[in-house]
Each structure stands twice: as C-alpha cells, then as structure tokens.
C-alpha cells in the first residue's frame, strides 16, 4: 500500500514559516518528495532535515541504522557526507547527546520536530 498524505493541510517548518524542500537527489522524506513531512504512518518522525557528516553516519550505523549502505530493494541509494536527508527526529537528538549531530537546515526542518527537540538545539546546529 503506498503512503499517501493529505494534501489540504500546510506544512509549516521550525521557523513558523512555510516547510521547504530538503532534497531531491537524493530523493527524501518519509514521502519520499523531497520534504521532511510527517503523517500518521510516519512512527520514525523523519522530520529533522540533515546535512550528513562522515562522523554521524559511523554513529549512526554503530547505532543499527546504516544510512550508508545502499539498499535497491527498498529503492535506498546509501547516503554520503554531504548528502541532505531527513533525519528521524530521535536519532537526530542521540547525535545531539554524543556530540555528533549533523547540521541543519531549519527551513526544511518540520514544527512538529520542535515536540522533541528544542529550537535552541536545532539552531546551534542551523547550516
């Protein structure tokens, strides 16, 4: 079943403004549009956009979630340092913790982020 999301609703980022898109190559979001949205579907909360560090992607993969290996079957091309990607909201915040979370793009970040992630912690780390 494809993951549809209501379209009537406005997505608003971190800033109170209208959510921008995070990426497209490659192809982001939970969605998979481009954008950090949320939905109901969405238990991860992919809602923090990321510009990945060599550094997080260890964490991260050290953590069970490789980002870096590619995966075709789930149409998962494996990320690099550099690429943007929306980040689950609660991995984001283990980087935060260990001191290794990657910078953000708070335009491109979802409000609903702000429910588990202080704005002062996301600004410290704003691109």
Not at 29 to 52: K, S
Not at 63 to 77: I, V
Not at 99 to 121: M, N
């Amino acid at each position: 079943m494809e993951s549809q999301r209501p379209t009537k609703i406005l997505d608003l980022n971190v800033l109170g403004l209208p959510l921008e898109p995070c990426c497209f190559a490659p192809q982001t979001g939970f969605y998979r549009d481009g954008y950090c949205r949320t939905g109901p579907q969405d238990t991860g909360r992919h809602i923090v956009c990321a510009e990945l560090t060599g550094e997080f992607l260890e964490f991260s993969r050290a953590a069970g979630n490789d980002l870096s290996t590619p995966r075709p079957e789930f149409g998962f091309p494996g990320l690099r340092a550099g690429d943007r990607w929306c980040l689950c909201a609660l991995r984001w915040q283990e980087g935060f913790e260990a001191g290794c979370a990657p910078p953000v793009i708070l335009e491109a970040c979802h409000q609903r982020v702000l429910e588990l992630i202080s704005l002062e912690a996301l600004q410290a780390h704003a691109l």
